[in-house]
């Protein structure tokens, strides 16, 4: 496997990375690869990002900007691995549109028959398993400590409720046949499989608005019985919602108990995207509850979300702006609904910690490290020079006053650009991505100490500088080259076709050199500017 580092001691791995097991709402575009008929492997969907990509969108979905917050490529489906191996360096995809959290045999146990029988939660953790015998075959040190710093994600249970749903089960009904605890019960058996090959950071997503779904809408239209809230959505379906995601909220409680070495965080999808429409206005949508591709009657709904017949099909009708509706299809969001959800879930107001959970499972300890380090050293440097100059008549301003001046700018750089990753947590699309904003605050943070140093010791304070410039020139010179093949390997991720070129140009050429340094790159943070490049050296 390409994602190892072999050393003297041995294979070492290097990569943070993404596994994902899931529904449609995160499958990047293993249904497409099963099935290339299918409408959201053709236009129009990916109009957006001008490529059907198999995703259920018109772009990008929650899971892509997750990978891009953390400042990693798009992650690969599983399906598509053979095409797309370097990729799978920074994680794996195993969601499939349509998944169940339990199997077909269960579910007929509850009198609940699949329309459509996609690969449920046991066959993915199953792909999983087969990925990972021959990942830890490959890593010679503990394969769970390899692991450990990667994210896993999980997101089930709409397409369980929704097959009941669509079969007359009531919602009572479904409650008192254990459907939910069953469904909860399964993905915490699923967790704990995943816990045990080593997994230590762990994101589980609830379900959402369902009852502001079109296909949803649709299917009530005839019960008259039905009530809606303000915007228009059933409210016995986001009362449901609400329902499992307090089931699968204290079963979390119960995996932490277990395993309290383990960041188990709750993505809480239903208060994202409720804050999305509580805001629509201003975020500029124009439509809440109508699909970008239009569904109108309950017998077309069913025809073209559950005979394979979705947006592009005969009969629907494509928006001009997907960009002002929150849906796409009649049952799966748009791009933008999908960045601004992604950015909701880290600042969640009602689970605590939340926010220092999730933003734990992207910063590294190293880093943090780092800069208690670079702060302490500043701090030390500051108090010697207080203390050289303390029986002088002169200050250190008026001594080596271009000096300090240029360490105030430093220092001051160093403070925004830490105070900018705390407010990170809060502002996920809005504030620069948190790579850049470490080699920032750590290049600003060694660049003030070796000027205090250029006061203090000169020797150490010009060795100091001239190390910086030397890591700064050696990206400079190799910027120009990772910047192209980033690039590459970022179209890459949603296109199989120009990451076979990338390997078959560097597999011809012969060089091992070079096939090394292609295949190292899927570990870099690629930026599409230039000073992104200068700074990641830090990293």
């Known amino acids: 496997m390409q994602c190892i580092k072999h050393t ?7 990569q943070r990375a993404i596994y994902n097991l899931g529904t449609s709402i995160s499958d990047t575009g293993n249904s497409a690869v099963d099935n290339p008929s299918t409408w959201q492997a053709k236009f129009p969907y990916g109009e957006t990002i001008h490529e059907a990509t198999g995703r259920p969108s018109d772009g990008l979905l929650i899971i892509d900007y997750i990978a891009k917050s953390a400042d990693l490529p798009l992650v690969v489906p599983y399906k598509n691995l053979s095409a797309a191996h370097l990729s799978a360096c920074h994680g ?16 007929a146990k509850k009198n609940i028959t699949l329309e459509l029988t996609n690969p449920s939660l046991d066959v993915q953790l199953g792909w999983l398993d087969d990925y990972f015998d021959g990942f830890c075959h490959n890593v010679k040190e503990n394969c769970t400590k390899a692991l450990s710093s990667s994210l896993f994600m999980m997101n089930f249970g709409t397409n369980d409720y929704g097959s009941a749903f669509r079969q007359n089960h009531s919602m009572e009904e479904i409650k008192k046949n254990n459907l939910v605890s069953d469904v909860v019960e399964a993905m915490k058996q699923a967790l704990k499989k995943i816990i045990s090959r080593g997994a230590r950071k762990v994101l589980v997503f609830g379900v959402a608005l369902d009852g502001c779904r079109p296909i949803s809408l649709a299917m009530q239209s ?8 303000r915007f228009g959505c059933v409210r016995d379906n986001n009362d449901f919602c609400k329902y499992h995601n307090e089931v699968l909220q204290e079963g979390l409680k119960e995996l932490r108990e277990q395993h309290p070495d383990v960041q188990i965080v709750y993505g809480d999808l239903y208060n994202a995207m409720q804050s999305v429409f509580d805001n629509f206005k201003s975020l500029g949508f ?20 559950y005979k394979d017949k979705l947006c592009g099909a005969h009969g629907t009708i494509v928006c001009p702006k997907p960009e002002e509706y929150v849906y796409w299809d009649n049952a799966h969001w748009t791009q933008k609904a999908n960045q601004l959800a992604a950015g909701q879930l880290d600042h969640s107001r009602h689970l605590p910690q939340a926010r220092e959970q999730l933003l734990q499972l992207i910063m590294s300890s190293s880093t943090t490290a780092m800069h208690a380090a670079m702060s302490f050293l500043n701090f030390v440097l500051l108090a010697l020079l207080q203390l050289k100059y303390q029986n002088k008549e002169i200050s250190p301003f008026e001594a080596h006053g271009t000096i300090m001046l240029l360490y105030i700018l430093t220092s001051i750089i160093y403070s925004t650009a830490l105070i900018a990753l705390l407010l990170r947590a809060h502002q996920l699309p809005e504030i620069p991505c948190l790579a850049t904003l470490e080699h920032i605050s750590l290049l600003s943070g060694a660049l003030a100490c070796a000027l205090l140093l ?3 010791a000169p020797p150490f304070g010009y060795f100091l500088l001239a190390f910086c410039g030397v890591l700064v020139l050696v990206k400079a010179l190799l910027g120009s080259y990772q910047q192209i093949v980033g690039q590459l390997l970022d179209v890459a991720a949603i296109s199989e076709r120009p ?16 096939r090394d340094q292609a295949h190292a790159m899927a570990s870099v943070c690629f930026q599409k500017y230039w000073i992104r490049h ?4 830090i990293c």
């Open 286 to 305: 124009k439509s809440l509850t109508k699909a970008c591709c239009d569904v109108e009657s309950r017998e077309k709904a069913k025809a073209i979300q």
């Open 92 to 107: 794996v995809n195993f969601a499939y549109s349509g998944a169940t959290a339990l199997s077909k045999e269960a579910l």
């Open 454 to 456: 250029l006061i203090l």
């Open 499 to 514: 990451r076979d070129l990338i390997l078959k140009v560097f597999h011809r050429s012969g060089r091992q050199e070079a």
């Open 222 to 229: 005839a019960n008259k019985s039905a009530t809606y809230d």
């Open 8 to 14: 003297q001691t041995g294979a070492v791995w290097i």
């Open 534 to 537: 200068l700074l990641q050296i």
